[in-house]
């Protein structure tokens, strides 16, 4: 008998949210179903302690996730940026993510730059049970991606970038007795993005007034159980704009705010459908079919305006992240900020705090995350990210010679 099940730790943020929500119509609780959700947590401390955003920050090695553009208007030459975080430590001690970025800038007018970035996402361990309750295999399902990227100013204030992606997803396994191997799931994806930005003088003061927009893994489904079960990858539409102005000598503080849309269609609700009777089922069947074969580019046009509520559905689909980060001398960094999805849509709302502390060569970023509701399992969330700034790098060494 062929055994395959998907793993589905990876989906417990999700369900555990769901749990929590405060929505009194359960029927109307609908959220965005994709596969490798993991492609959709912020990699790095600085995004994540403003609420998780950073679609028209100042660049930086970890821009790659973000906004991939903006690494045109990098002031560095090159650097590279190591994340880890702890994912669910409250349910479980061996979940993380681990993030490598980084980009370098080339070219005689210091105007492009390419770029690549490695996630790695392991769900612990995992152990499985065999016929009659014997002991099974134990398992260390695991999600990645890679993916390089090129990005170019199109003029002083305008730049553009693309990224194309890699992406493994090892969640099945077979049990052995069935003789049965099988293999993780792939796929390819694209990003591509813009950001500009400007310095208007508001007063006495030269002020920084940026816009980003970045969309993100636009690609091909993941397969599992040798393509039974396709499932949309996290398409995302970022638009963001941030304006930083000084404070004093040495003292500025930024203002962002992230809007999202996932481009993937909603899944038809069984409450759409009289599904008591024969003609409502077969409709509510045929739906459900008709979503599950849809195409990746088909469903980025049809998630606009399928939301079974109608356009106040549309609205509640849409996440947003406000926060701020006060700089001194550009050394030392403090952050905070908020992030908010409907409760009807995965009710994750939380509060992002960080600090950073920089030096020529590296520095060192952390964050915390404090969800509003009490179970959510993303309560007490930590973030680490270390950046080593090549430019820095080289002085230093130069200076010792």
């Not at 949210?17 to 959220?31: E, I, V």
């Not at 980025?300 to 079974?308: E, L, N, T, V």
Request: hydrophobic content about 35%; charged content about 20%.
């Amino acid at each position: 008998m062929k055994i395959l099940r998907h793993i589905i730790l990876l989906c417990l943020p999700l369900a555990a949210c769901m749990q929590a929500s405060a929505a009194s119509d359960k029927d109307q609780f609908n959220p965005i179903e994709t596969g490798v959700t993991s492609l959709s947590i912020a990699p790095d401390a600085r995004g994540a302690s403003m609420g998780d955003l950073g679609a028209a920050t100042d660049p930086d090695a970890n821009s790659q996730f973000w906004n991939p553009s903006k690494y045109a208007f990098a002031y560095s030459q090159a650097a590279v940026s190591l994340s880890y975080t702890p994912w669910l430590r409250k349910l479980v001690n061996d979940i993380f993510l681990a993030n490598l970025a980084g980009y370098w800038k080339f070219g005689s007018e210091d105007n492009q730059a390419v770029s690549a970035s490695l996630r790695y996402f392991s769900l612990g361990e995992v152990n499985t049970s065999g016929p009659g309750g014997d002991a099974g295999q134990s398992l260390n399902p695991y999600e990645m991606s890679f993916d390089v990227g090129y990005s170019r100013k199109l003029s002083e204030k305008f730049s553009m970038g693309i990224v194309f992606r890699y992406i493994y997803s090892d969640l099945g396994f077979s049990e052995s007795y069935a003789g049965d191997q099988t293999t993780g799931a792939s796929a390819f994806s694209a990003d591509i993005s813009g950001y500009y930005t400007t310095y208007p003088v508001i007063g006495r003061n030269e002020c920084q007034w940026s816009w980003g927009w970045d969309i993100s893994n636009i690609g091909t489904k993941v397969s599992y159980n040798n393509g039974e079960n396709p499932a949309f990858l996290p398409t995302n539409l970022r638009l963001g704009t941030s304006f930083m102005f000084p404070l004093a000598d040495y003292h500025t503080l930024a203002i962002n705010l992230d809007l999202n849309k996932l481009l993937v269609p909603t899944r038809p609700r069984e409450s759409q459908y009289d599904v008591n009777t024969p003609e409502g089922e077969r409709e509510y069947i045929e739906a459900v079919e008709k979503w599950k074969n849809m195409s990746p580019f088909t469903g980025i046009f049809k998630s606009f305006g399928d939301a079974p509520g109608g356009f106040k559905e549309e609205l509640r689909e849409i996440t947003w992240s406000l926060g701020a980060e006060y700089a001194y001398n550009n050394q030392f960094f403090l952050r905070a900020g908020y992030y908010y999805e409907h409760e009807l849509k995965g009710n994750r709302q939380y509060f992002g705090f960080g600090a950073g502390f920089s030096l020529n060569v590296v520095r060192l970023d952390a964050s915390y995350m404090l969800a509003t509701a009490q179970t959510s399992p993303l309560d007490q969330t930590l973030r680490f990210s270390l950046t080593f700034d090549m430019d820095g790098l080289r002085d230093l060494v130069g200076k010792r010679r």
